[in-house]
Nanobody, 123 residues
Framework: QVQVEESGGGLVQAGDSLRLSCAASGRTFSSYSMGWFRQAPGKEREFVAGLRWSRPYYADYADSVKGRFTISRDNAKNTVYLQMNSLKPEDTAVYYC???????????????WGQGTQVTVSS
């Protein structure tokens, strides 16, 4: 079992950068792939970025954030990061970190979720 907790959200202006962190607990963390999702008011929770941690290893991103966001992890610190650059008002949402041993793209494949952290981008 894995527990995750997000941090690093806040209020920023368009064009700014922000780095979210996701601290995970559990001795099996290194065997899990990790993902970031977001949910804006009135919208469904959507995939933002995922990092598959079994062969083949790869990262993938939603088209809306490609080239601006980067997911990474530090297994020694049991932490996953989401570096967000060139933020836009449409990036405003609650951001969730989650752990899976399934497909990184599908919300339903993630059994472990954090409580979320608010990111607000003003224009």
């Amino acid at each position: 079992q894995v527990q995750v907790e997000e941090s690093g959200g806040g209020l920023v202006q368009a064009g700014d950068s922000l780095r979210l962190s996701c601290a995970a607990s559990g001795r099996t963390f290194s065997s899990y792939s990790m993902g970031w999702f977001r949910q804006a008011p009135g919208k469904e929770r959507e995939f933002v970025a995922g990092l598959r941690w079994s062969r083949p290893y790869y990262a993938d991103y939603a088209d809306s954030v490609k080239g601006r966001f980067t997911i990474s992890r530090d297994n020694a610190k049991n932490t996953v990061y989401l570096q967000m650059n060139s933020l836009k008002p449409e990036d405003t949402a609650v951001y969730y970190c989650a752990a899976t041993q399934g497909d990184i793209h599908y919300r339903g494949d993630y059994p472990y979720w954090g409580q979320g952290t608010q990111v607000t981008v003003s224009s």
